[in-house]
């Protein structure tokens, strides 16, 4: 992690007003902070509630407790940590600090991530925190202004950006994956072992309980969850979409009996210790939720099952036959705007540039990526602060890469209409292709994979050097 010096704040300059404190907002608010600009960062919680947040802290993690992989070398989401870590990122130094088990993903403890996060953001000196709900845009008065309030933008204020843009909102649903009590699960018939027995941060290779299906058991256990209530959905509602990469496993289950098979239950990787020369025919992966180990969540598996159908139905998965949940699966609704049309290539809101737009509320999708906003707009806004013009980042990077994606990419036809713009967490295939690919390693011949990998590991490195030049550049230019 680069580690910026904080600057004390000119008292006379007007603060910048941040909407939101969930991972976006949090960062954002910060990155402004450590460069000098005073903050007035606001959060409706505790004082409104929301369907799925449990506490009044900053950044609460209401899904998965995991930021997914930490490998800079092959996978995108590993390279926007790192490039995260170049900037200082209070997200990632506290997730590194309350860290779990996970095999080669980065896991944390959600509840005292959340707790150390609002912890540091009380006591920076040039924060300031409001609570209570903003109901509509911020005024042009207000000066510079940050929206990162999320998935769940309060109805007062999502009516005002629809006024503002013109645009009528686009809404889909993400489902909330259930947490089992560790202590209830039947290790006689799960193991513990990371697909690939892969040793990631804080891993050791075992981090995940596993628990096998044969044929039987997963014909059965599809046809309980295809059988299954689920939640209703309010008339207004019924017509959303599904984001694709949060599906809930009843719904993939409908498009086909073995899409579980070929996604959260695939048996790849793995071997049963206790009859290592039979293959499961489908396994169910756990994650540790939380410092203690005391809770493990299951890992791709978010629901809108009613809650005693889910008891029945999770039931029915080997080792998980007597499990206690901690807490059930759920649904709510996520929000987005049509930012190709509506934001420039700063994320300024074109109608209102006083206003910028960070996290999910852009159209991207997953905690980092929320946060790798947040932290842009803080950049262009620390810059604007300064009287500085300030590039976006180079789409080689992961954060140009992922920034290029909000702001142009399926811009709809000559009519305006919104396209295919959809949520899109950050990968390989939003970085421009690198030049040339070596066709050998070693004098051994590049085929396939290993050429996809090599492949991989270029752009990964191309990125992390390209963007720790935009940001060295972007600390001198804020600091200005």
């Given amino acids: ?39 007035c960062l606001h959060e409706m919680r505790p004082q409104t509630v929301t369907p799925v947040h449990k506490t009044g802290d900053f950044a609460e993690l209401v899904c998965s407790n995991s930021f997914r992989s930490d490998d800079a070398e092959n996978n ?23 860290q779990v088990p996970a095999g080669g993903a980065l896991a944390v403890d959600r509840d005292g991530f959340s707790a150390a996060v609002t912890d540091k953001l009380n006591a920076h000196p040039n924060v300031t925190v409001e609570i209570g709900e903003i109901d509509s845009l911020p005024p042009a008065d207000w000066g510079l202004s940050i929206i990162a309030t999320g998935p769940l933008t309060g109805s007062g204020l999502a009516a005002s950006i629809a006024q503002t843009t013109g645009e009528s909102e686009l809404a889909f649903f993400d489902a909330i994956a259930p947490i089992v009590h560790r202590e209830t699960i039947d290790m006689d018939i799960a193991w513990l072992q990371s697909r690939y027995d892969k040793v990631g941060p804080g891993g050791s290779g075992a981090d995940y309980i596993n628990c096998p299906m044969d ?51 695939k048996p790849v990787g793995l071997t049963n210790p206790r009859d290592p020369e039979t293959k499961s025919h ?3 992966q756990l994650r540790q939720d939380n410092a ?43 929000t987005f705007i049509n930012s190709p049309k509506l934001l420039d290539a700063t994320l300024r809101l074109k109608a209102a540039p006083h206003l910028r737009f960070a996290g999910q509320m852009t159209g991207c999708e997953g905690y980092v990526e929320s946060a790798a ?45 919104r396209g295919t713009f959809q949520p899109m967490n950050v990968n390989f295939g939003l970085f421009p292709p690198v030049e040339s690919v070596p066709t050998h390693i070693d004098g051994k011949r590049l085929k396939g994979k290993e050429k996809t990998w090599a492949k991989k590991r270029q752009m990964a490195s191309r990125a992390l050097h390209d963007f720790g030049d935009w940001i060295s550049g972007t600390g001198r230019r804020a600091a200005a």
């Fill in 1 to 39: 992690m680069r580690h910026m010096p904080v600057m004390t704040s000119d008292t006379s300059q007007s603060p910048v007003h941040v909407v939101g404190g969930g991972l976006a907002g949090s960062e954002a608010a910060w990155q402004l902070a450590q460069r000098g600009v005073p903050v």
């Fill in 282 to 284: 489908a396994i169910v």
């Fill in 76 to 98: 995108a989401v590993g390279v926007l940590h790192a490039e995260m870590r170049q900037a200082g990122s209070l997200i990632m130094a506290m997730a590194d600090a309350h």
């Fill in 215 to 265: 044929r039987d058991q997963y014909d059965a256990f599809i046809d309980a969850l295809l059988a299954a209530e689920t939640m209703d959905f309010r008339d207004w509602e019924k017509d959303t979409p599904y984001f694709e990469g949060c599906l809930p496993i009843e719904v993939m289950a409908a498009r086909g009996r073995e899409t579980l098979r070929h996604g959260p239950m």
């Fill in 373 to 417: 906003i947040g932290l842009l707009t803080a950049c262009f806004t620390a810059a604007d602060m300064a009287g500085a013009a300030l590039a976006p980042p180079p789409q080689t990077t992961a954060h140009g890469a992922l920034l290029a994606h909000i702001t142009g990419g399926h811009l709809g036809d000559d009519a305006g209409k």
């Fill in 292 to 334: 203690l180990g005391t809770l493990y969540n299951l890992v791709g598996f978010q629901t809108k099952m009613k809650y005693g159908e889910q008891i029945r139905v999770l039931r029915m998965i080997p080792g998980l036959q007597e499990a206690e949940f901690a807490r059930l699966g759920g649904i709510h609704r996520n």
